[in-house]
């Protein structure tokens, strides 16, 4: 069986569906009505190799908070859930990823203890019609809800669309390494407690 989860997630500010394929090939579907943000998903899950459908309708008539947070949430959930009992998986991952003029470096850790590093600054206030302050706000949705240990450092860059896409590129990248089933202990939690972050989620 595949490691394949569905989350839903709706509120009063939004309504998420997402399902994640961890063993697929970067195949995705996304739709959040951001068009930056959807772009930066796209390039999420087409370099983790994890197939990603996404569908979120949020009040943007307000502003992209909720809908660019929700998104990471339910991410983060639906990975949580595929990922079961982490039996097998690499656990750690990390890359470095250059874009043009930019240099971002991530690492992260599927601990079941959630937390980000954010050593990341943008020169302008928006990309697109989306708020580069909520670049931040969904990794830290991301992470908190799929129990990762994620940090994020751009080492130097200008360019704002750059910084942004080699960060979601480097996540993507550590991601796919993380993510990954260890063949020598593909039997074993790779932890010496025996565990990694409890029962898997379920849909909320």
């Not at 490691?3 to 998420?16: D, H, L, M, P």
């Not at 200008?158 to 390494?177: M, P, Q, T, Y």
Request: aromatic fraction near 6%.
């Amino acid at each position: 069986m595949g490691r394949i989860a569905t989350v839903s997630r709706s509120t009063k500010e939004t309504a998420i569906e997402v399902t994640v394929n961890l063993d697929g090939t970067g195949d995705y579907r996304v739709t959040t009505g951001i068009g930056f943000l959807d772009h930066m998903l796209e390039q999420l899950s087409r370099h983790s190799l994890i197939d990603i459908t996404l569908s979120a309708k949020g009040d943007l008539h307000i502003d992209a908070h909720h809908t660019t947070e929700d998104s990471g949430i339910a991410l983060g959930e639906a990975v949580a859930k595929a990922l079961g009992d982490r039996r097998g998986i690499t656990r750690y991952g990390d890359a470095l990823i250059p874009m043009d003029e930019t240099l971002t470096r991530v690492a992260l850790d599927i601990s079941g203890r959630p937390y980000l590093v954010w050593k990341t600054a943008f020169s302008q206030p928006r990309l697109g019609e989306m708020d580069t302050e909520l670049f931040k706000e969904w990794f830290a949705a991301f992470a908190g809800s799929a129990g990762i240990t994620l940090h994020i450092e751009t080492l130097y860059g200008v360019n704002n669309h750059h910084i942004v896409e080699s960060c979601f590129k480097g996540v993507a990248r550590a991601l796919r390494a993380a993510v990954a089933i260890e063949p020598r202990k593909a039997d074993s939690v790779p932890s010496t407690k025996g565990t990694l972050g409890g029962a898997p989620l379920t849909d909320v």
